[in-house]
């Protein structure tokens, strides 16, 4: 079949700017372009051309400015005048692209993957969102949580609803006891860091107050292990370094804290592995809903104990030993609390990583992922 993937307005695809939903495009057009012809839509990038053959995938690049109603501006029309015939048409992330995109494509069968709560009524009226319910023929969702949100407001949807969990790379992302490449990341990172021996505990996501870092910080001054460094890596938003009031005020936190707190900045999605092979523990604060961060995945693979928050479908992924869920996660000190018994332990802390490889291992390999996909496609 001739399949179109149409990538939300924010970032580029491949993701050389970052980003989940760019990540798991890039993790599975390669594995579907074996069986189907694929072109992917993407907003454009001055590194990137507007139009690109790359490994048999066909990529067109819009201008967006990171709005959507700029990017449908010009996605629109291309589809109402481009002579391209295409089977399915899934779309990432955007029920707003699914009307205007079928009323140019009344034939084409529509599949649409949500990442966030994009059908809460806040952001989709009521009359559209039973529209695209109508319309589409399923909806992939990241997480179970993200659909149980859609059928609160659209109990109608559920027989259209299935989760397909997210993948990650096993070869990048490796425990550091197992793999020759990751011992090496970590020795490297560690040196280049002057971190030594030290228990590293280490936050990667965007710098924001609803994904809790400040209160990561603030839990360190209950921390019983004075050779514990706590790594924040990531921005205010991908590829960007400004320093935002909120980065700000987490700065100045960390120059109060009794344990280390290091901050390295946005860090490129290609390097960002090394970072989980240099840690000991890996901490997700989100304090907002979150669908399910893919950094769980990346985590897990890397062998790293998980500390999350019973928020959104984070819990989700914490099975068979390999994580504890934080209920409150604005209190420092249950981070603390579990901090302090996994970091007293690093044996039965590397188990528990242990735990969480194999579980990727056997669930979220980009295999699985590309190959459910093909069966919501009708392979």
């Given at each position: 079949m001739n399949i179109l993937m149409i990538c939300t307005e924010k970032l580029p695809v491949p993701n050389i700017r970052g980003g989940a939903i760019q990540t798991y495009i890039g993790g599975?057009?390669?594995?579907?372009?074996?069986?189907?012809?694929i072109t992917i839509i993407g907003r454009s990038d001055p590194d990137l051309p507007d139009d690109e053959t790359v490994g048999g995938i066909r990529y067109l690049r819009f201008e967006s400015q990171g709005l959507l109603d700029i990017y449908m501006s010009n996605v629109i029309p291309y589809l109402e005048t481009s002579a391209d015939q295409y089977d399915i048409i899934h779309i990432f992330n955007r029920p707003k692209m699914v009307l205007p995109v079928s009323s140019v494509r009344p034939n084409a069968r529509i599949v649409l993957s949500m990442h966030n709560d994009m059908f809460n009524p806040v952001k989709l009226s009521k009359e559209e969102g039973e529209a695209v319910i109508e319309r589409v023929e399923t909806i992939v969702t990241i997480s179970?949580?993200?659909g149980s949100e859609i059928c609160r407001f659209y109990p109608q949807a559920e027989s259209?609803?299935?989760t397909i969990y997210s993948g990650v790379d096993l070869s990048r992302f490796a425990p550091w006891r197992q793999s020759q490449s990751a011992q090496e990341d970590r020795d490297s990172i560690r040196s280049a860091h002057n971190l030594g021996n030290k228990k590293v505990i280490l936050f990667v996501g965007r710098l924001s107050r609803n994904k809790g870092p400040h209160v990561l910080v603030r839990a360190m001054s209950q921390l019983n292990?004075?050779?514990a460094v706590l790594v924040i890596v990531g921005a205010a938003w991908y590829s960007d370094n400004r320093v935002s009031d909120y980065i700000?005020?987490?700065?100045?936190?960390?120059e109060k804290s009794p344990i280390p707190v290091m901050t390295t900045g946005y860090v490129q999605a290609s390097e960002v592995h090394q970072w989980f092979c240099a840690a000991d523990v890996f901490v997700c604060t989100s304090i907002w809903e979150e669908p399910l961060a893919r950094v769980h995945y990346e985590a897990m693979a890397a062998g790293l104990p998980v500390i999350t928050t019973a928020r959104g479908g984070n819990p989700e992924v914490i099975r068979n030993n390999n994580g504890v869920i934080v209920q409150n996660p604005e209190d420092p000190a249950e981070y603390a609390a579990h901090l302090n018994t996994i970091l007293s332990n690093l044996n039965s802390a590397s188990q528990m990583g242990l735990h969480g490889r194999q579980l990727v291992e056997e669930n979220f390999t980009w295999d699985r992922v590309a190959g459910q996909i093909l069966d919501v496609w009708g392979n």
């Open positions: 599975v057009s390669q594995l579907l372009s074996k069986h189907h012809q179970n949580y993200i259209k609803i299935r292990h004075s050779d700000a005020y987490l700065r100045a936190l960390a």
